[in-house]
């Protein structure tokens, strides 16, 4: 903003000093002329008030020319001018010889005065109104080279959007292919690996539903049905206790759903992931505790975990966490609780969504 301001102030810099270089080549065109054509001169006075008064005509009547559109206004505004002028000129004129100055044109007679001093305000009218239709020119013609850029500017812009809906779309086609390559591949797996081991073939089979649900199972607004999630974080318990023999100490509290309850996706199996990351889940002293419940209008999720120790866990990055903070805040705004409790020992956290903030159709 700096800058322009003093761009700005440059290039008027510079306009005043070719106007002022300007006058001073005509006031010495005219004087230069006068005194070898005429062969006279009037005193220093008489010059400078006339040719201020004649320099504010100029600069008035190009406001006139450049700043109003409507002819009548133009025709009434000019004929005030010119009568201002010759008013002007009079005030001057008596008021000089009053004080004893020789002037060009004197008092003596007053209509040779009305007549040249019309003709003088004619002429730089005239002068004015060249000058005023030559800045429109000029203006109008900047007016269409920036029009005429910006719709260039625009088209640019355009091809871009289109280039990167392109590329955005080829690349939205090859990710669609990449997740089939890779469900095939685990179906493949899945059904050699069945028969010799029936657990691995489950687990497969669970690490199959559990990607495809990441990945894929939104509706057109980004949102999965909440039981769904409810389903899928059973997978995931499943999957871990197939993992550790069954060994894992985790107790689940989940209610029964009989609402369609529309949530943005993957936010408690990420928390429940991050239980089977960072918990200690082989103590039965403190054993996991996961909760989903809908009751009193809102959806309660908690989970409760005993720390492996304090050094493994602090060597978490908070990113998981973080993400879920802001998803949460753009999904919903403040119209949910998102808490953390840690100890030395436990983690918790607990998670609160009323259901009128969600899209809900009863089944």
């Known amino acids: 903003m700096a800058n322009g301001y003093i761009r700005i102030v440059k290039r008027g810099s510079k306009l005043i000093i070719y106007h002022v270089v300007g006058w001073l080549a005509f ?50 505004l000019m004929i005030f001018e010119i009568g201002t002028y010759i008013l002007c000129n009079y005030i001057l004129n008596y008021t000089l010889e009053h004080l004893g100055c020789v002037i060009q044109r004197p008092m003596s007679s007053i209509y040779p005065f009305f007549i040249s001093s019309f003709w003088r305000c004619l002429y730089f009218i005239g002068l004015s109104s060249c000058y005023g239709f030559a800045v429109n020119l000029i203006n109008s013609k900047l007016h269409i080279s920036n029009l005429i850029s910006l719709g260039l500017q625009k088209e640019r812009d355009q091809a871009i959007l289109e280039k990167n809906l392109l590329l955005s779309q080829n690349n939205y086609l090859r990710a669609q292919v990449k997740p089939h390559l890779f469900f095939n591949t685990l179906n493949f797996v899945y059904n050699s690996v069945y028969k010799a081991s029936p657990k691995a073939g489950e687990a497969v089979l669970l690490l199959s539903d559990i990607t495809r649900y990441s990945i894929s199972a939104t509706d057109e607004n980004g949102l999965v049905d909440l039981r769904k999630e409810l389903a899928h974080l059973v997978n995931l318990i499943e999957l871990n206790q197939l993992r550790f023999n069954h060994k894992l100490q985790i107790q689940t509290h989940f209610c029964e759903i009989d609402t369609e309850y529309k949530i943005i996706p993957l936010v408690f199996l990420t928390l429940v992931e991050n239980v089977f990351k960072y918990g200690d889940l082989f103590d ?25 120790n304090n050094n493994q866990f602090n060597k978490s990055t908070g990113i998981g966490l973080s993400n879920t903070a802001k998803r949460l805040q753009i999904a919903y705004y403040d119209h949910y609780d998102f808490s953390i409790n840690e100890s030395q020992c436990t983690y918790q956290i607990y998670i609160t969504i009323p259901t009128q903030t969600l899209c809900s159709v009863a089944t």
């Open 27 to 76: 006031i010495a065109f005219e004087l230069l002329t006068i005194h070898f054509v005429a062969g006279r001169m009037s005193n220093t006075v008489d010059y400078v008030s006339h040719y201020f008064i004649n320099i504010i005509l100029f600069y008035t009547n190009t406001v006139i020319i450049t700043r109003n559109s409507q002819y009548l206004s133009r025709a009434f």
């Open 284 to 308: 039965s002293a403190y054993p996991a505790i996961i909760k989903l419940e809908v009751k009193n209008q809102k959806i309660h999720f908690s989970t409760f975990n005993k720390k492996v």
